[in-house]
Structure formats: structure tokens, C-alpha cells
């Protein structure tokens, strides 16, 4: 039987608040909404607050359209904007377009939405974005850092809407490398709203083309210009040490309000394309604001301190690496794996991805030496490119305007340090949440196959307990038994004992 929560706090919600899925008529609640409840009481649990604020209702319901245009902002709405996100997105943070020039450079522009142009510095709205500092997304339930008539509208850069935003603007070398890049404010309007999986389906030859972009005359080319510059910065980056990583990320998936199964979520050409220009467009920001004497919020992930762990992994597959982190070897370890072994890849990834750590916030002060990314192989790196969803790149927007308008910082160095701290700590607390729930919905799918047996990895292995990842269905669970002299990395046989939907728990004991 399906455990059920205690209470049920999202239905009591004002339904202009919340638009989280009720119970079926009987009482009997759906998967939908049992999950979504879970969510709402573990984010409770966490420490963030899954309801806007009375406060920061009646600032929504006073904001009467988008930000309008000012004398000091550009007007770019002529050019080939196009959003590229998941295929239910509405939070649309960026646009991107490219264009060519003389002696093979390619210029390419990133719109982020202007969202301090609504969201001001100490308004009701800012203190819950602060207070969250991300938005959560679980199986069921989105709880947006925003309301989403800001988040899926006014500050959103939607398909034939003019918008406010910040844009970075970068040429390239035909090899990749940054020629120059410049910051400013304009006007821009989203020609297209495109998909992921279909535009990289297109990209790759084994799909048509979106109904978009045959519409739009010229977005076709663009694109592909877009495909051709990111597929040289990939390259360019893992010459540098950026880590060739591959995840198996599942997403739950719905048959109406029932739960039906597990997707893997993987990168593909359009998504690759997309995090090569933030990339790019957050390095800029980072060195902008360091041109200017202007402190930052860094997205940092310094020198793994288990890679005695990663050598050993790569010494029992007969692949030496140096006693030092080095970020090059690394990749280069990788690199000749995934082509030795591509079955086995995700999961020595996963491994790795385990042992390197998670990344931080950290401030970096005028004329500092912020430790830099150590997976991404960027010195220079912030958060920017997102503020609709992530606090970090709302305060990074704040910044940049100030520093483009030459104004004073909006922040006290003070505000900076426990803001870094605290976003650091609420990333951690939502990343916890949505595991969580990843957990719950998995258990929910797995109650029915108690005693069946699986292919796992050790995913983690310490004095508070031995972690395991499924292959298939791709989901983690503890090792209640048979944990003695396992590593992070062993392959083992595993038997399901224990699920807990309420709790998302997943047991299981070796074979």
C-alpha cells in the first residue's frame, strides 16, 4: 500500500497561490498529488518556503506589464532570437543568435532576461527569491522562485514578446578562442520557441526540422551557425581539461495524474549548444565585472580532495594518473574509456562525478584569485545566465547593471559573503528536496518488485552508510546489508527489500 502524507498543506494553499493537482473524487489521493505534498512538506523540512509570501502576492498583482525600454538600452528585436529549453519550460532565462564575420569569426549574442527590471532589491518578491535562493523541481510539483506570472511571463523571454535583457556579446576565432566580448542592455524579442530533444534531432539528421524554424526564414542557418561555434568550444574546452561526464539522470514521467515510468534524462547536440554558450556568456560576466573593481559571486569547484579515490579507479582499469589533481589527465582518462568501454561509461562517470564534489559560491573580491571550475577547466566563472530561476545570477544582474551604469554597488561586501554562503547552503537543501522526491516517485514505481534483483554501483561508501545506483531503473538506494569492503565505483548484485514512498526510502541488501 502506498503510504500517504499526514496532511495534505498544498490543497489548503490559496488556489491563486498554487496550481498543484488535487485528489480524486473519494479521497483516494492521486500519485500527482501525493508526490506534490511530499515535496511541499520536505521543502518545509529544509528550510524553504514552498508558498509566496501574502507580501509578495500583492507586489505581483501590482506590476501592471513587462519592463519597458529605457534611452540607455539597445534595440536588438530585428535580430534571430531563439530560446532552445526543455520541452515543457516556461521560464524562459535566455535567447541566443549568431552571426558571421569576416575571416571565419563567428559573433554570438546571449539574451538574459532582465529580471532586476521588475524584482527589485528589497521588495517582498526578492526576500522569498532570497530567502529559496532557487527554484525546486520535483517529479509533480514546480515551486517556482518567482510566481510565475513574473517567472513564465512578464520576466520571461517569450516566443513573440519583447523583453528587457542583459546581453553578452562574443566573437570567436574559427577555432573557438574569445576574440573580445562586450556587455550591454537591449530590447530583444524570442522569433522562436524551440525544444531540446526535437532541435537535436534536426541537428543530427534523424528528425524534421521543428515547425519553427521553417517558419521563420533564416533561423534554419542560424542555428546551425549556433551548432558549428559550440561544437568548436566544446572541443576547445576539453583540450583545456573540461570533463567529458555522462549522468544517467531519470525524470518521471505521467500517464494523466498516475505515475508510469522513468526516462532517462542525457545531453544531446541542442543541449550541448546551450551550455557551451552560458558557459561562455557567464566567463565574460565574471571577467566584466573583474575589469570593473567589482567583487562577484563565483560558481567554484575547487581541486577534488578524494582524487586518491579517482586515481585508484583509474589504476584498477590499467590507466595511470598523476598524484596531483589535474584536470587534463583526467579528461584524457575519460576520453580513452569512453571509447574503450562506451557500456561502461555512465557509470564510471558517475563515480567520478561522486568523488569530484559538489560546486560552491564564493566571493571573489577586486583583484582576487577565485579558485575556478575545476570540471568546466574556467577560471573565471559565475552564475548569470539563469536570474529567473537562481538567486546568484539575480544578485550577478544586479551587479553587472550597476557596473554597466556606473553606479555603486548594490551590495554590501558583508551582504556578499553570507549570500554566497546561503546560496550555497539552499542549492544543497533543494538539491536535497528533489532527490528526495526523485526517491519517493521511484519507490512509488518500485513497491510492486520487492525481492527482484538488480545491477548497481557504489555510489558512495562511509561510516553513515554504503549508497548504490540501479542501472536499470537508474535510481539510488542504501545498502542495508553486504556493505563490508565496498568502494565508490564496485559493481554489485543487489536485492530490493524496502521501499517508503513518504519518506523515500529504497533498500536493498547484496546478493
Known amino acids: 500500500m502506498i503510504a500517504q502524507p499526514h496532511m495534505n498543506p498544498i490543497l489548503a494553499a490559496p488556489a491563486s497561490v498554487r496550481n498543484e493537482p488535487k485528489p480524486v473524487p473519494g479521497g483516494q489521493a492521486t500519485d500527482r498529488a501525493t508526490l506534490a505534498a511530499i515535496a511541499h512538506e520536505a521543502m518545509i523540512e529544509r528550510g524553504l518556503e514552498p508558498d509566496f509570501p501574502l507580501a509578495a502576492q500583492k507586489e505581483l498583482a501590482a506590476i501592471g506589464g513587462p519592463a519597458k525600454k529605457t534611452d540607455n538600452v539597445r534595440d536588438l528585436r530585428n535580430l534571430l532570437w ?73 520576466t520571461s523571454l517569450n516566443e513573440d514578446q519583447d523583453r528587457l535583457a542583459i546581453v553578452a556579446d562574443m566573437v570567436f576565432k574559427e577555432d573557438g578562442s574569445l576574440v573580445s566580448s562586450e556587455l550591454y542592455r537591449a530590447q530583444v524579442h ?110 567554484v569547484l575547487r581541486d577534488p580532495e578524494r582524487w586518491a579515490r579517482i586515481v585508484q579507479l583509474a589504476a584498477e582499469l590499467k590507466e595511470p594518473l598523476p598524484a596531483a589533481p589535474d584536470a587534463i589527465a583526467l579528461e584524457n582518462f575519460l576520453t580513452r574509456r569512453r571509447a574503450a568501454a562506451p557500456e561502461k561509461f555512465a557509470d564510471l562517470s558517475l563515480s567520478v562525478i561522486k568523488l569530484i564534489g559538489r560546486g560552491e559560491y564564493a566571493l571573489d573580491l577586486p583583484g582576487g584569485e577565485a579558485p575556478g571550475h575545476f570540471a568546466l577547466a574556467v577560471k573565471d566563472y559565475t552564475h548569470s545566465t539563469a536570474p529567473n530561476r537562481r538567486f546568484p545570477d539575480l544578485i550577478t544582474q544586479r551587479l553587472l547593471k550597476a557596473a554597466l551604469a556606473g ?69 539510488e538506494g542504501r545498502l542495508m546489508q553486504g556493505t563490508q569492503g565496498l568502494k565508490v565505483g564496485d559493481h554489485v548484485r543487489v536485492k530490493l527489500i524496502h521501499t517508503d514512498v513518504q519518506r523515500g526510502f529504497i533498500d536493498f541488501a547484496r546478493t
Open 407 to 475: 553606479a555603486p554597488l548594490p551590495y554590501t561586501i558583508p551582504e556578499l559573503t553570507d549570500l554566497a554562503k546561503h546560496c550555497t547552503d539552499q542549492e544543497d537543501a533543494a538539491t536535497k528536496v528533489e532527490r528526495q522526491v526523485n526517491k519517493s516517485a521511484t519507490a512509488l514505481l518500485l513497491s510492486g518488485k520487492i525481492g527482484q534483483q538488480f545491477d548497481a554501483i557504489v555510489t558512495g561508501a562511509a561510516d553513515k552508510g554504503t549508497w548504490v545506483r540501479l542501472i536499470l531503473p537508474p535510481t
Open 82 to 154: 531563439a530560446s532552445i529549453d526543455n520541452d515543457d519550460s516556461r521560464d524562459l532565462d535566455q535567447l541566443t543568435v549568431a552571426e558571421s564575420l569576416a575571416g571565419g569569426q563567428v559573433r554570438i549574442l546571449v539574451a538574459v532576461a532582465d529580471v532586476d527590471a521588475l524584482v527589485r532589491k528589497g521588495s517582498a518578491l526578492d526576500a522569498h527569491a532570497a530567502r529559496n535562493t532557487t527554484s525546486v523541481y520535483t517529479p509533480a510539483a514546480i515551486f517556482p522562485m518567482l510566481p510565475e506570472g513574473l517567472s513564465t511571463n512578464l
Open 190 to 299: 524570442n522569433c522562436a520557441k524551440l525544444a531540446y530533444n526535437s532541435v537535436a534531432a534536426w541537428l543530427t539528421g534523424t528528425g524534421a526540422a521543428p515547425k519553427r524554424i521553417t517558419e521563420v526564414p533564416g533561423l534554419d542557418e542560424n542555428l546551425r551557425l549556433q551548432d558549428r561555434v559550440a561544437q568548436k568550444l566544446t572541443g576547445l574546452r576539453h583540450h583545456h581539461g573540461a570533463l567529458t561526464l555522462e549522468s544517467l539522470e531519470s525524470q518521471a514521467t505521467f500517464s494523466g495524474d498516475a505515475l508510469s515510468s522513468l526516462e532517462l534524462d542525457q545531453t544531446n547536440r541542442a543541449t550541448q549548444l546551450i551550455e557551451e554558450f552560458m558557459v561562455a556568456a557567464n566567463a565574460v560576466s565574471a571577467i566584466y565585472l573583474a575589469g570593473k573593481k567589482f567583487p562577484s559571486l563565483r560558481r
